[in-house]
T-cell receptor, first 114, second 114 residues
Framework: AQSVAQPEDQVNVAEGNPLTVKCTYSVSGNPYLFWYVQYPNRGLQFLLKYITGDNLVKGSYGFEAEFNKSQTSFHLKKPSALVSDSALYFCAVRDIGAGNMLTFGGGTRLMVKP | DSGVTQTPKHLITATGQRVTLRCSPRSGDLSVYWYQQSLDQGLQFLIQYYNGEERAKGNILERFSAQQFPDLHSELNLSSLELGDSALYFC?????????????FGQGTRLTVV
């Protein structure tokens, strides 16, 4: 079975500083990776995805993610954090062995302080 | 707005009762997924339907069932409810459930069992 891990429960960063939210994955074939964000009392919003091609993927709200096959990682990044980026972030992988459903990591809470 | 509609937004019910959660997918999306989000277990995949047929099943209890109707809306039925069933239940939809396809999430139904 495919899986993703988010090693940090929480990431703290000052506004204006770069941020990184880590994700590592385990798949048996080609990885199809996704990042979602969840604001309080809201559903998950799609940020970006990696299917194939460039290792640097650009997404919504200025976020980008770097795919690294040798390290089996797909870290979410943003050059300059905003207080409004504070939310819960989920990394996910398509499980092609189970109807293509998305398997999620445990989530990382990002706190951006003014 | 993701285009996925879930009703009701909040539900409070007693132990032993039965409830039905409803999901209307985005226009044109054939695939519907149900997820449970609880504080201690993150996002757990329950079940997937594609064009009316069950496609994949996750950690769904026998007390829970779902179906997808000809108009593609889906219902998740939870019966003999227990306190531990209190959680956020999300529905997501995607066009065909292909490997590179992102899923779009509704805002969820918050179920509280008392």
């Amino acid at each position: 079975a495919q899986s993703v891990a988010q090693p940090e429960d929480q990431v703290n960063v000052a506004e204006g500083n770069p941020l990184t939210v880590k994700c590592t994955y385990s798949v048996s074939g080609n990885p199809y990776l996704f990042w979602y964000v969840q604001y309080p009392n809201r559903g998950l919003q799609f940020l970006l995805k990696y299917i194939t091609g460039d290792n640097l993927v650009k997404g919504s709200y200025g976020f980008e993610a770097e795919f690294n096959k040798s390290q089996t990682s797909f870290h979410l990044k943003k050059p300059s954090a905003l207080v409004s980026d504070s939310a819960l972030y989920f990394c996910a992988v398509r499980d092609i062995g189970a109807g293509n459903m998305l398997t999620f990591g445990g989530g990382t809470r990002l706190m951006v302080k003014p | 707005d993701s285009g996925v509609t879930q009703t009701p937004k909040h539900l409070i019910t007693a132990t032993g009762q039965r409830v039905t959660l409803r999901c209307s997918p985005r226009s044109g999306d054939l695939s519907v997924y149900w997820y449970q989000q609880s504080l201690d277990q993150g996002l757990q995949f329950l079940i997937q339907y594609y064009n009316g047929e069950e496609r994949a099943k996750g950690n769904i209890l026998e007390r829970f069932s779902a179906q997808q109707f000809p108009d593609l809306h889906s219902e998740l039925n939870l019966s003999s409810l227990e306190l531990g069933d209190s959680a956020l239940y999300f529905c997501a939809s995607s066009v065909i459930g292909g490997q590179g396809t992102e899923a779009f999430f509704g805002q969820g139904t918050r179920l509280t069992v008392v």
